[in-house]
């Protein structure tokens, strides 16, 4: 964050054939639908509306063997 503070967010991702599908959810219990999840490569991206903004979201797959 831009004061130097963090927060804890839960994302739940569910595989379903080959589409991903889950919820983010906030620091304050709020909970949205993720939308538009891909998986190309090593990266996620997702999207979801909250506090009636679009978050657009990417993340790097790691390997934990």
Same mark, same amino acid.
């Given at each position: 964050?831009? @004061? #130097?503070?963090?927060? !804890?967010?839960? %994302?739940? %991702?569910?595989?379903?054939? @080959?589409? !991903?599908? #889950?919820?983010?959810?906030? @620091?304050? #219990?709020?909970?949205?639908?993720?939308?538009?999840?891909? !998986?190309? #490569? @090593?990266? %996620?991206?997702?999207?979801?509306?909250?506090?009636?903004?679009?978050?657009?979201?990417?993340? %790097?797959?790691?390997?934990?063997?």
């Amino acid at each position: 964050l831009p @004061d #130097g503070k963090s927060k !804890i967010t839960i %994302l739940t %991702l569910r595989p379903t054939g @080959d589409q !991903i599908t #889950g919820t983010w959810a906030s @620091d304050k #219990g709020v909970s949205t639908e993720i939308e538009n999840a891909k !998986i190309a #490569g @090593d990266n %996620l991206t997702f999207s979801f509306l909250y506090d009636k903004k679009e978050y657009i979201a990417t993340a %790097l797959a790691a390997d934990e063997r």
